[in-house]
Nanobody, 126 residues
Framework: QVQLVESGGGLVQAGGSLRLSCAAS????????MGWFRQAPGKEREFVAA????????YYADSVKGRFTISRDNAKNTVYLQLNSLKPEDTAVYYC???????????????????WGQGTQVTVSS
């Protein structure tokens, strides 16, 4: 069992930055690949970024590539999402999630994730 708690969301102007954190409970954090998803009002949840258990491999949605950075600190059981050059269309609830899915190609699919946080709101004003 893994519990995930996100923090760091807020209101920011377009072009600004935020850093989201996701703290995981338990001593098995390193056995999970971690992902970030987001869901805007009236839209489906979409993949944002994921990284491997070691953090050595990262994957991004095209819409955030070059602007967002996922990282993790296994000693602190925490995964981060740095959001730079934010746009109004980035406004959404951001969720972190943990998966034991063995293939990186699966990490884009929200159905492959085993545990989810409660989400943190990111609002970007124009």
């Amino acid at each position: 069992q893994v519990q995930l708690v996100e923090s760091g969301g807020g209101l920011v102007q377009a072009g600004g930055s935020l850093r989201l954190s996701c703290a995981a409970s338990g001593r098995t954090f390193i056995t999970y690949a971690m992902g970030w998803f987001r869901q805007a009002p009236g839209k489906e949840r979409e993949f944002v970024a994921a990284n491997s258990k070691s953090g050595g491999s990262t994957y991004y949605a095209d819409s955030v590539k070059g602007r967002f950075t996922i990282s993790r600190d296994n000693a602190k059981n925490t995964v981060y999402l740095q959001l730079n050059s934010l746009k109004p269309e980035d406004t959404a609830v951001y969720y972190c999630a943990a998966t034991m899915a063995p293939y990186s190609s699966w990490w884009y699919d929200s159905k492959k994730y085993d545990y989810w946080g409660q989400g943190t709101q990111v609002t970007v004003s124009s």
